[in-house]
């Protein structure tokens, strides 16, 4: 199961924190419109998760809780959301942890490459103490965080040539989210870089102001990044998450029961999500191979040189985060591949 925020009120948010003019703490339901906004489109699995969570929802709150679903960054993208939640004009976003560690340093293990084989791995680091920890972070921020749904494993696009070994990245322009581990990753490998909004990418790739990105399979193959892209390289290199935010200064105005619909509701719509996350990346590779991109495989040896390569500036942020944490992470995933 999902990992909710634990004690009540969800890192102060319970009873007295009340900014309202009315100093009586809300109890009950109330009809509320909630704005939840998401970057990626409908169809995707973190859209269906979405709309998923808006009819339970509804359910639970015998439909006075109305949540409103925006989808394919309508609102803006994953940094724009999470600003409108910190200043109380939009209450929901499920963004990637990436762009957040420019508040959060220590989001910046999940965006360390090669951490993680395999999904299960990555859900018992993010739904287990740690995950948790993080998502303490969160409300000395003004965001509540609700848990992780998936985005998943990230694999590279270009429009210039398979990538096989380290040295296919050499020259490459590559749109990377606005993160500096994912950054720094890149030039290492003698990548050209260049962070980017996840609304500006389809766009930039099309007039070839960079020549690839990398997301997950469902991610390229709902964004139609094949139209514009002909080279699929399976190097899944990094799994990133999304995390569920809901803004701090709306959860304060919430009742109790209020904030347990919407805990109980991001829970049981993430299982879904992750489930189906996996379902369609599994798929998306044949489709997008049907839709003509040429794919190739990457070798257990050329990752390993590409981590080699990419180590010292994995070594760097360790130190700025916490080696601490980062070794935490390390020991979580070795306890579930024993
Ligand atoms: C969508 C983003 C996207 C991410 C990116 O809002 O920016 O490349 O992978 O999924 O969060």
Redesign the pocket.
């Known amino acids: 199961a999902l990992l909710l925020l634990a004690g009540c009120g969800g890192g102060g948010g319970g009873g007295s924190a009340s900014t309202a003019s009315s100093s009586a703490p809300a109890s009950g339901i109330q009809e509320r419109t909630i704005k939840a906004g998401?970057?990626?489109n409908e169809d995707h699995p973190?859209g269906q998760g979405l709309k998923k969570f808006a009819e339970l929802v509804s359910e639970k709150s015998g439909g006075k809780l109305k949540v409103i679903p925006y989808y394919a960054?309508q609102l803006g993208?994953?940094k724009k959301m999470t600003e409108a939640l910190q200043a109380g004009t939009q209450e929901i976003t499920?963004?990637?942890t990436?762009?957040l560690v420019g508040d959060i340093k220590e989001y910046a293990i999940f965006d360390f490459p090669f951490v993680f084989n395999e999904e299960k791995e990555a859900h018992a680091v993010l739904d287990g103490p740690l995950g948790q920890k993080l998502l303490e972070k969160l409300p000395a921020h003004n965001l509540i965080g609700l848990g992780y749904w998936e985005?998943g494993f990230?694999n590279l696009t270009n429009s210039k040539h398979p990538v096989a070994t380290a040295e296919d990245f050499k020259g490459l322009k590559i749109?990377?989210?606005?993160n500096q581990v994912h950054l720094e990753a890149f030039s290492a490998l003698g990548a050209n870089p260049s962070p980017m909004?996840?609304?500006e990418?389809f766009s930039a790739l099309e007039s070839r102001t960079v020549d690839g990105?990398?997301?997950?399979l469902a991610?390229i193959k709902s964004n139609k990044y094949n139209e514009v892209q002909k080279y699929l390289s399976v190097t899944k290199h990094v799994y990133?998450p999304?995390v569920f935010l809901v803004g701090k200064k709306f959860w304060d105005k919430l009742s109790p029961e209020e904030q347990q619909i919407l805990r109980d509701a991001a829970a049981e719509a993430g299982k879904y999500q992750r489930e189906l996350n996996q379902t369609e990346n599994q798929k998306a590779l044949d489709e997008l191979k049907a839709a003509g991109m040429e794919v190739n495989e990457v070798s257990a040896e050329e990752k390993a040189r590409m981590q080699e390569i990419i180590k010292p500036v994995i070594d760097k942020f360790a130190k700025e985060i916490g080696e601490d944490l980062v070794k935490e992470m390390y020991d979580e995933v070795a306890k579930v591949r024993k």
């Open positions: 998401i970057g990626l973190e960054a993208d994953d499920i963004p990637s990436s762009p985005n990230r749109r990377t989210m606005q909004a996840f609304s990418v990105q990398e997301n997950p991610t990133t999304f």
